[in-house]
Nanobody, 117 residues
């Protein structure tokens, strides 16, 4: 079992910044992928960014150049630094961890990010 605990959401004005954190605990394989999805009301879930244990990152086009994903493997923690936030970034952000060997996903509880115009 893997548990993920998120923190760092909140309310910010457009142009501002937030940093999300997601700490994983439990039975974690060293070979995994961590990342973030988001879901806004009435919209489909969107993959925001991923970072496998190799450290190679990938981003949705909508956040490229503004968001940075990083991870601390020693702490089993993934971060999402969000800069130049826009109202359309408003959503609940969910972190995930995928174990490559089993393709099993674990999910965080979600954290609300609200960007006011």
């Amino acid at each position: 079992q893997v548990q993920l605990v998120e923190s760092g959401g909140g309310l910010v004005q457009a142009g501002g910044s937030l940093r999300l954190s997601c700490a994983a605990s439990g039975s974690i394989s060293a070979i995994n992928v961590m990342g973030w999805y988001r879901q806004a009301p009435g919209k489909q879930r969107e993959l925001v960014a991923i970072i496998p244990s190799s450290g190679i990152t990938n981003y949705a086009d909508s956040v490229k150049g503004r968001f940075t994903i990083s991870r601390d493997n020693a702490k089993n923690t993934v971060y999402l630094q969000m800069n130049s936030l826009k109202p359309e970034d408003t959503a609940v952000y969910y972190c995930f961890l995928k174990i490559i060997a089993t393709s099993i996903y674990s999910w965080g509880q979600g954290t609300q990010v609200t960007v006011s115009s």
